[in-house]
Structures are given as structure tokens and as C-alpha cells.
T-cell receptor
Framework: ELKVEQNPLFLSMQEGKNYTIYCNYS?????LYWYRQDPGKSLESLFV?????AVKQEGRLMASLDTKARLSTLHITAAVHDLSATYFC?????????????FGQGTRLTINP | GAGVSQSPSNKVTEKGKDVELRCDPI?????LYWYRQSLGQGLEFLIY????????KSGLPSDRFSAERTGGSVSTLTIQRTQQEDSAVYLC???????????FGSGTRLTVV
């Protein structure tokens, strides 16, 4: 079974600090997605990582992918309150011959002034 | 349209009634997913349509749930004899092709009373 695990699930941090969210997955995949979700809203696409060693940055967020370790990270630099949201990673994989996009549990990020 | 459109945005129904949730994907997108998100939880895969292939129904939680996609475009998720545990946000996503970047709709918030 394709599993995607994020940690931490909850993260409370102060503005200006750096932190990393980790996303591990259980099967071979070369395509990983990061999404942001604000309370009561749908999912907003942040990054699509397509190959081993891929690194993408947008503002204070940087995502990377290590397909050999089956690990992606989402790094937050000098956090600001506006980044408070829930962040999901998702992996494209095949399970029982079927293509499926499987999500992690989400990391609820709260950034305090 | 410019994005994935879902209707209704909110639905309150009585236990035991049937409901239909609609998803209009981005024009030309061949892949379409339905997910369910319970309060404060991650995304649970329900069903996946890819072009004219048989849908992957492996995520449907019971035989009360069914979905169809007409003409490779609009999809309807039907829940028969709704139960309180069906209360959740139902999200639809579409992609230009299998394993492409996915765009999510705003979701339908279903409340079963």
C-alpha cells in the first residue's frame, strides 16, 4: 500500500524562525506535490517536484526531493504570520496497477508574532 | 472554465436522503479525482477517472457511494442513504493528463443531520 507520512503534524513557531516539514513515502515515485490549505478553503498548489534532486523555491518556502531516500522537505525561512496554514504533500504512485495520488496527513503550521 | 467548479458549495441533508455532488473539471483535462476531507483530517481518496478507462473505485468507502463521468467531462458523486459519518468536505481535482499537475475545486461541504 502506498503510504505518505508527514512530520510533524502540528508545528507552532515564532516569526523569523526557520523550520522544515518532512514528507516520507513508501514506494517509488518521481513526482511529488506540495499543497497549502487555509481554513475552510481548498488546496492551493505550491510545488511540483519531478525528479531526484529537484529543488524549487517560492518566497520563504523551498521544497526538495530525494527519490532515493523517498523523502521530500518543505523548508520555511524566516517565517511570517501569513504562512500559517496546513501543508500537504502528495505522491503519484501506482497501487495494484492503478494510478493514484496519495496525500500525507498534513502539517498544521501556526506562526506566532 | 478557468478552474475546477464544484456545486453545491454547501449541502445540508437529512440522514437517509440521497445527495448528488457535481464537479466541472477544467476543459480538456482528462484526469479527475474525488477526495473526501473530514474535519481537521487529511484527504481520503475516493475515485479516479482517466480518459475513457474504467475508473479506479478502490477508495469508495461503501456501496452507498458511486460516481460517474459523462462525456469525459462533468462528474457526479452520488451518496445514497446518507449517514452522519458522511459529513465532510468533498473535493474534486482535475489534471490535463495522468500524473500532471492537479487543480482542486473549492469543494462541497456536506452536512448530514
Amino acid at each position: 500500500e502506498l503510504k505518505v507520512e508527514q512530520n510533524p503534524l502540528f508545528l507552532s513557531m515564532q516569526e523569523g524562525k526557520n523550520y522544515t516539514i518532512y514528507c516520507n513515502y513508501s514506494t517509488t515515485s518521481d513526482r511529488l506535490y506540495w499543497y497549502r490549505q487555509d481554513p475552510g478553503k481548498s488546496l492551493e498548489s505550491l510545488f511540483v517536484l519531478l525528479s531526484n534532486g529537484a529543488v524549487k523555491q517560492e518566497g520563504r518556502l523551498m521544497a526538495s526531493l530525494d527519490t532515493k531516500a523517498r523523502l521530500s522537505t518543505l523548508h520555511i525561512t524566516a517565517a511570517v504570520h501569513d504562512l500559517s496554514a496546513t501543508y500537504f504533500c502528495a505522491v503519484d504512485g501506482r497501487e495494484r496497477g492503478a494510478q493514484k495520488l496519495v496525500f500525507g496527513q498534513g502539517t498544521r503550521l501556526t506562526i506566532n508574532p | 472554465g478557468a478552474g475546477v467548479s464544484q456545486s453545491p458549495s454547501n449541502k445540508v441533508t437529512e440522514k437517509g436522503k440521497d445527495v448528488e455532488l457535481r464537479c466541472d473539471p477544467i476543459s480538456g483535462h482528462t484526469a479527475l479525482y474525488w477526495y473526501r476531507q473530514s474535519l481537521g483530517q487529511g484527504l481520503e481518496f475516493l475515485i479516479y477517472f482517466q480518459g475513457n478507462s474504467a475508473p479506479d473505485k478502490s477508495g469508495l468507502p461503501s456501496d452507498r457511494f458511486s460516481a460517474e463521468r459523462t462525456g469525459g467531462s462533468v462528474s457526479t458523486l452520488t451518496i445514497q442513504r446518507t449517514q452522519q459519518e458522511d459529513s465532510a468536505v468533498y473535493l474534486c481535482a482535475s489534471s490535463l493528463f495522468a500524473r500532471g499537475g492537479y487543480t482542486f475545486g473549492s469543494g462541497t461541504r456536506l452536512t448530514v443531520v
